[in-house]
T-cell receptor, first 115, second 114 residues
Framework: KAGVTQTPRYLIKTRGQQVTLSCSPISGHRSVSWYQQTPGQGLQFLFEYFSETQRNKGNFPGRFSGRQFSNSRSEMNVSTLELGDSALYLC??????????????FGPGTRLTVL | KQEVTQIPAALSVPEGENLVLNCSFTDSAIYNLQWFRQDPGKGLTSLLLIQSSQREQTSGRLNASLDKSSGRSTLYIAASQPGDSATYLCAAGPGGGGADGLTFGKGTHLIIQP
C-alpha cells in the first residue's frame, strides 16, 4: 500500500507570494492533518480535515488555509508569504474521524523556503 | 494548554546499550500518546501508539510505557544499533475530541556509535 505522498517536495518563494501544497493520504484514510515544523517551534498543528470538512484548527493566522476533496486528497494554501513561513510542512493521514485518536502516518514533507 | 517535554535533548551511546528516552506532558487528559522517529530531512515514522487506557506497547526492540497520573511516558530501546540513530519525538493526543491535534515535544536526538 502506497504511503502518504506530498508534492512538491521543495519550494522556493518570495515574500508576498502565495503557495499551495498538496497531500495524498494512504488509500482508505479519510482524515488528513497538516503540521508545520521549524527549528525554533518544533512541530505545530495547523488543521485537520475529515470528509471534506475542517474539524480542528491550530493557532495560525488566517493566511493559512486548507481544503479536502472528495477523494480525501488535501491542499493547504499560504497567502502573502512571510520569511517566518519557511518550514517543513508535513501532512499526516489516519483511518477515521478524530484522526489524532488513531495512528498518524506522515508524508515526507514539503520544504518551503521564503526569500 | 498541553505542553510536552522530552529529556534529554540529545543522547550519544555505544552500540549494544539499552536506553530510555523520557517524555512528560502537563495535561493528563490525553486520548493517546504516540512515539515517532524522524530521520534527517524526512517525515515522521510512527513507532508506537499507546491508548489512554493502556500502560504499555511493544514492537520488536521497542517498548513504550504510559503513566497518565504522573504525566510521563518512556521509550525503551533494547540492544541499540547504529540504524536507530534518529530524532525521537513523542506526541500527546488531546482528550475530548482532538481540538488541537497532536502536541509534540521537541525531540531527543539519538546517536548510536558503532
Amino acid at each position: 500500500k502506497a504511503g502518504v505522498t506530498q508534492t512538491p517536495r521543495y519550494l522556493i518563494k518570495t515574500r508576498g507570494q502565495q503557495v499551495t501544497l498538496s497531500c495524498s493520504p494512504i488509500s482508505g484514510h479519510r482524515s488528513v492533518s497538516w503540521y508545520q515544523q521549524t527549528p525554533g517551534q518544533g512541530l505545530q498543528f495547523l488543521f485537520e480535515y475529515f470528509s471534506e470538512t475542517q474539524r480542528n484548527k491550530g493557532n495560525f493566522p488566517g493566511r493559512f488555509s486548507g481544503r479536502q476533496f472528495s477523494n480525501s486528497r488535501s491542499e493547504m494554501n499560504v497567502s502573502t508569504l512571510e520569511l517566518g513561513d519557511s518550514a517543513l510542512y508535513l501532512c499526516a493521514s489516519s483511518l477515521w474521524a478524530g484522526g489524532v485518536a488513531d495512528t498518524q502516518y506522515f508524508g515526507p514533507g514539503t520544504r518551503l523556503t521564503v526569500l | 494548554k498541553q505542553e510536552v517535554t522530552q529529556i534529554p535533548a540529545a543522547l550519544s551511546v555505544p552500540e549494544g546499550e539499552n536506553l530510555v528516552l523520557n517524555c512528560s506532558f502537563t495535561d493528563s487528559a490525553i486520548y493517546n500518546l504516540q512515539w515517532f522517529r524522524q530521520d534527517p530531512g524526512k517525515g515522521l515514522t510512527s513507532l508506537l501508539l499507546i491508548q489512554s487506557s493502556q500502560r504499555e506497547q511493544t514492537s520488536g526492540r521497542l517498548n513504550a510505557s504510559l503513566d497518565k497520573s504522573s504525566g510521563r511516558s518512556t521509550l525503551y530501546i533494547a540492544a541499540s544499533q547504529p540504524g536507530d540513530s534518529a530524532t525521537y519525538l513523542c506526541a500527546a493526543g488531546p482528550g475530548g475530541g482532538g481540538a488541537d491535534g497532536l502536541t509534540f515535544g521537541k525531540g531527543t536526538h539519538l546517536i548510536i556509535q558503532p
